[in-house]
């Protein structure tokens, strides 16, 4: 029963490995998610979304989807001017 679960855990990890591979071989993978994330988490706990809705209202609300989408522009912006001036480097 003990090897069951482990063996579980691992094919699930290796699916979602598979599914989302590393940066250099995922042209979607962005490098600031991680520090976006964080942001979202941040910018909802000042807010005090943590203290006044339960996980089960934040769910329904969608709140950190939407402040994830509202804080992405900028860091993807960034993103867009360093992957154009790659190219522009690449290129000459």
């Known amino acids: 029963m003990f090897g069951e679960k482990e063996e579980y855990a691992y094919c699930?990890?290796?699916?979602?490995?598979?599914?989302?591979?590393?940066a250099p071989f995922n042209p979607d993978a962005r490098p600031y998610a991680d520090q976006l994330?964080?942001?979202?988490?941040?910018?909802?706990?000042?807010?005090?979304?943590y203290k006044h809705f339960t996980l089960k209202e934040r769910q329904d609300l969608n709140l950190w989807r939407d402040m994830y989408e509202l804080l992405r522009p900028p860091y993807e912006k960034q993103f867009q001017n360093m992957t154009a001036n790659a190219a522009i480097i690449a290129y000459t």
């Open 12 to 22: 699930g990890m290796f699916t979602n490995e598979w599914r989302n591979p590393p």
């Open 37 to 49: 994330r964080s942001d979202t988490t941040a910018a909802l706990e000042a807010e005090g979304a």
